[in-house]
């Protein structure tokens, strides 16, 4: 029997977003395998773990790609980036708190190609002024990462709807983030 290593990464990002503690016996069930088979796939859990930030950073670049950041206002490009990066948020909200992935020269450049995308999109922002200057666009693209690991645990949780993901993510950052318009 083969085993096709994305479902079974597919099956550990949903256990591990809802248990980030869970072991890898539990993997292997959440997975439908057993114990061995997980561990010829992968050697260990930080082999899993950066096998999932792999998953994670594609399906995040597709996401980033799918939102079009450069194209049209920027408040709306926000809203796009919000939408298009809800269904792999939980998985995101996990990756964030695994410190094994920005410890040391080992982290994952991947990581630095998407901060530079989303930092553009809000000192673009900036430049045509939508949003604040007094705040750095890395500051605002780390608050995202933040709103949006958070709003997934919510979710997740059930403290939230998960119809309201998205506009309480977007209304949230671009409510914090947009530049007042003084009277």
Known sequence: MSVDRTQVL???AALLTRKATATMDEVARAAGIGRATLHRQFAGRDALVRALEELGLRELEA?????GLDEGPEDEAVRRLVAEVEPVA???SFLVTENQLFEGDQVNEGWACLDARVSALFRRGQENGVFRID???AWLTE???GLVGSGAWAVQDGRVAAKDFQYMIAELMLGGARRSVEK
């Open 10 to 12: 597919r099956a550990a």
């Open 63 to 67: 996401a980033l790609d799918r939102a």
């Open 90 to 92: 939980p998985l995101l």
């Open 135 to 137: 705040l750095t666009p």
């Open 143 to 145: 608050a995202f990462y």
